[in-house]
T-cell receptor
Framework: GEDVEQSLFLSVREGDSSVINCTYT??????LYWYKQEPGAGLQLLTY?????DMKQDQRLTVLLNKKDKHLSLRIADTQTGDSAIYFC??????????FGTGTRLQVFP | DGGITQSPKYLFRKEGQNVTLSCEQN?????MYWYRQDPGQGLRLIYY???????QKGDIAEGYSVSREKKESFPLTVTSAQKNPTAFYLC?????????FGPGTRLTVL
């Protein structure tokens, strides 16, 4: 079945890089996504990657995809306190339905 | 101002009552979705609609109903048959490979 897993917490110092990891089980994923959720708010689409790509960079965000290991990561360079939030990875499989991970809570401390 | 709106932001309901959550979008998206979010869990799909006058059950449709009479609107009714309705409800709309989320409605059953 479809399953997406993430670690629950990550804590980093301001200015360091953050790396949030995600593993998925379905090899027929077409797109993989990263969303950000601030407290009490909806999800904000940060970036996504097509499954035939290895890497995508967008300003401070770098997405790496290892399709062989079914592993997706999001690197945030120069992490700021405003980056503190819950980050969800998600995959789409053939249709426009998304399967979400449980979310990683990123805490940035000064 | 383009986007997705959900109302109300907070909703309280007595046990045994039906309640309807509103979702409107002016992004001209064909597809709309309802998700439920519980603490420590990822988003779970309740219902989705890819076109007006058509919708499909998601993974946890029991106790919920929807309608899609207009492209812009996709209301969700939480019925008294839903055994544990207290949650954060998120509506989304999307294109082929992107989904955009509204700000959410927090429903509390008293």
């Amino acid at each position: 079945g479809e399953d997406v897993e993430q670690s629950l917490f990550l804590s980093v110092r301001e200015g360091d890089s953050s790396v949030i990891n995600c593993t998925y089980t379905d090899s027929s994923s077409t797109y993989l996504y990263w969303y950000k959720q601030e407290p009490g708010a909806g999800l904000q689409l940060l970036t996504y990657i097509f499954s035939n790509m290895d890497m995508k960079q967008d300003q401070r965000l770098t997405v790496l995809l290892n399709k062989k290991d079914k592993h997706l990561s999001l690197r945030i360079a120069d992490t700021q306190t405003g980056d503190s939030a819950i980050y969800f990875c998600a995959e789409s499989i053939l249709t426009d339905k998304l399967i979400f991970g449980t979310g990683t809570r990123l805490q940035v401390f000064p | 101002d383009g986007g997705i709106t959900q109302s109300p932001k907070y909703l309280f309901r007595k046990e045994g009552q039906n309640v309807t959550l509103s979702c409107e979008q002016n992004l001209n998206h064909d597809a709309m979705y309802w998700y439920r979010q519980d603490p420590g869990q990822g988003l779970r799909l309740i219902y989705y609609s890819q076109i007006v006058n058509d919708f499909q059950k998601g993974d946890i449709a029991e106790g919920y109903s929807v309608s899609r009479e207009k492209k812009e609107s996709f209301p969700l009714t939480v019925t008294s048959a839903q055994k544990n309705p207290t949650a954060f409800y998120l509506c989304a709309s999307g294109t082929d490979n992107e989904q955009f989320f509204g700000p959410g409605t927090r429903l509390t059953v008293l």
